[in-house]
């Protein structure tokens, strides 16, 4: 549906700049998307080099019933013992962005709703399916025995740069974040399929989760569905 979408918008714009005499109603009723075409009009009025900000209306936006059909990317997100509930709201508005199947909260990582998660979802814990589960070690069992690949995010001998990982399209991923100190777990670390680090440069050699997993999952998003 995100290819199609995507193909489509080029389209009209290649055909309203190609064919200027087919007028607005014409491409209205060709592609039945008056927003696009719209857009894709007021463009050509633009001087070259200029930049505008769009709007929330021009942006393509899905509703909730829209959302929920839209077809997901085989991804899995576990976060493991995070105390920060603006992290928590935060994973989940990111995964919102990049259509996560399915985020799995664990240990002490609190759950919706909770106006502090909110904060940061921004409605976006509405949108995402979750699950919580008290035991993180019992849910990797039992994803992978139904075929799912685990992978921890962490810095850890034998680790794969995230750069280098290259994800199996047909396979479905699940990859999990620990605390906010302490990181993932050992005896997860030990439990998984694979480690994915995030190469770093600096002195901290350190990031947000939230951070974290916004790089991961653009990364792999990207590897999926672009």
């Not at 491409?27 to 008056?34: A, G, R, T, V, W």
């Not at 769009?54 to 991804?75: C, D, F, M, Q």
């Not at 985020?103 to 995402?128: F, M, Q, R, W």
């Amino acid at each position: 549906m995100l290819h199609l979408q995507f193909r489509k918008n080029r389209k009209i714009s290649e055909e309203s700049a190609v064919n200027p005499a087919k007028n607005f109603i014409e491409l209205c009723m060709e592609y039945k998307d008056y927003r696009w075409v719209l857009f894709n009009f007021a463009s050509r009025f633009i001087p070259a080099g200029l930049m505008r900000k769009l709007k929330n209306s021009e942006l393509g936006r899905l509703n909730l019933e829209e959302y929920r059909k839209t077809e997901k990317i085989p991804l899995i997100v576990i976060l493991d013992d995070i105390r920060s509930l603006h992290n928590i709201g935060s994973v989940f508005r990111t995964a919102d962005a990049f259509l996560i199947e399915k985020i799995y909260l664990c240990g002490i990582t609190a759950s919706p709703p909770n106006k502090e998660i909110h904060k940061t979802a921004l409605g976006a814990t509405d949108s995402v399916c979750w699950e919580y589960r008290k035991e993180i070690l019992p849910l990797l069992a039992e994803l992978r025995k139904n075929g799912v690949k685990t992978a921890c995010i962490e810095q850890a001998q034998n680790s794969i740069l995230l750069q280098s990982f290259k994800v199996v399209k047909e396979e479905k991923l699940a990859v999990i974040f620990g605390n906010e100190v302490k990181g993932v777990d050992q005896k997860v670390v030990s439990d998984s399929n694979i480690c994915i680090e995030i190469p770093q440069f600096g002195t901290k050699h350190s990031l947000n989760i939230a951070v974290s997993c916004g790089i991961v999952l653009w990364d792999l998003f990207k590897q999926f569905k672009l």
